[in-house]
Each structure stands twice: as C-alpha cells, then as structure tokens.
T-cell receptor, first 109, second 114 residues
Framework: GQSLEQPSEVTAVEGAIVQINCTYQTSGFYGLSWYQQHDGGAPTFLSYNGLDGLEETGRFSSFLSRSDSYGYLLLQELQMKDSASYFCAVQTGANNLFFGTGTRLTVIP | DAGVTQSPTHLIKTRGQHVTLRCSPISGHKSVSWYQQVLGQGPQFIFQYYEKEERGRGNFPDRFSARQFPNYSSELNVNALLLGDSALYLC?????????????FGQGTRLTVV
C-alpha cells in the first residue's frame, strides 16, 4: 500500500517558525508537492521538490530527502492568515498524485 | 483572467442516480485533473487528462469516468451514486503534461448523495 504521514495538528505563535514534516512510503516517486487549503477554499500550490535539497519561496521553504523518504515545509514569520490545512502530495507516477491527510496549522497571537 | 471554474457549486442527488460535473481550465492550460475530497481528508486523485487523452487514473471504480473536450474543458461522470460518493469534487488545471507542474484548483462542486 501507499502511505503519507504528516502531523494532524500544529499550533504556533504569530511571528514564529514552524516545520511540518511528511514521510512517505509509495510505489513510485517522482517528487513532493505542498498545498495550502483554507477552510472552505480550494487548495493552492506552494512548492514542488523533485530533487533533494531545499527550495525557498518567500517565507515558505520546502525540503526533500529521497533517501530518507522524508520532506518538510518550513513557514517563517508566521502570520494569522497562515492558519490553514497543509497537504504534502507525492507524485507517484508521471500522471498520478497522492495526497496526505493534511496538517491543520493554527497560528495564535 | 478567470481561474478554474466548476459547475455546479452544489448538487444533491439520490442514491443510484447519475451525475455530471463540469470544469473549465485556465486559458492556455491543456491538463485537467479531478480529485475527490471527503471532509477532513486530503484530495484523492481520480483522473488526469492532457490533450483530450486520459494520462492518469487513481484507484476509483469504473462508475467514475471523465472526458476532455477540444477546448480543454472537462466533465466528470459518476454512475450509480452511493452515499459514500458524497464529497467535494475538485478540478485542477495546469500547463504540463505530467504532474510536476503547479496545479490551479477550482472551488469545487459539493455533491451530497441522499
């Protein structure tokens, strides 16, 4: 079977840094994506890692270690608007995407 | 520019009925993917179409089918609806043939099967 594990909930203080981890066990692996989804909203793309290492986009960074089947999303300078669900998703084939169950991030003042 | 648009936004159907959901991708995007999202869970991949051909299929029964039209819009059809098909159905469009490019999601169709 295929599995993606990420924490179900994380709480962090405004202005702080938070890391959301994702470990995967899949039949194929092309890359790891991260999506943000606010309640009642559509998922929005944050990042894609096809190779090992760190990708940085503004306050958000994403890391991948293929040898460890592990990745993380790092959010810096947290803002209240960052409260949302965050999903890691593995591209298991050229044309297949497998999502995790999501991490609900709550940012508190 | 318009984003990904889906219709209808909400739908109530009776068990055993058939439903058709529609999606218009962002202009210039040739790839459309469909996902099912149950409350509290992540999206589950159903299909991907590129240039009117099915390129990827998730682990869903044959009751689920889709197609893409020459203008790259797409339909998702579900036959013999079950109560468990109640979910948010999301459509996403992208430029790439494979799924390593940024996907832009629509707001979804909320399907309730009673």
């Amino acid at each position: 079977g295929q599995s993606l594990e990420q924490p179900s909930e994380v709480t962090a203080v405004e202005g702080a840094i938070v890391q959301i981890n994702c470990t995967y066990q899949t039949s194929g692996f092309y890359g790891l994506s991260w999506y943000q989804q606010h309640d009642g909203g559509a998922p929005t793309f944050l990042s894609y890692n096809g190779l090992d290492g760190l990708e940085e986009t503004g306050r958000f960074s994403s890391f991948l270690s293929r040898s460890d089947s592990y990745g993380y999303l790092l959010l810096q300078e947290l803002q209240m608007k960052d409260s949302a669900s965050y999903f890691c998703a593995v591209q298991t084939g050229a044309n297949n995407l497998f999502f995790g169950t999501g991490t609900r991030l709550t940012v508190i003042p | 520019d318009a984003g990904v648009t889906q219709s209808p936004t909400h739908l109530i159907k009776t068990r055993g009925q058939h439903v058709t959901l529609r999606c218009s991708p962002i202009s210039g995007h040739k790839s459309v993917s469909w996902y099912q999202q149950v409350l509290g869970q992540g999206p589950q991949f159903i299909f991907q179409y590129y240039e009117k051909e099915e390129r990827g299929r998730g682990n869903f029964p044959d009751r689920f089918s889709a197609r893409q039209f020459p203008n790259y819009s797409s339909e998702l059809n579900v036959n013999a609806l079950l109560l468990g098909d109640s979910a948010l159905y999301l459509c996403a469009s992208s430029t790439g043939r494979t799924m390593n490019t940024e996907a832009f999601f629509g707001q979804g169709t909320r399907l309730t099967v009673v």
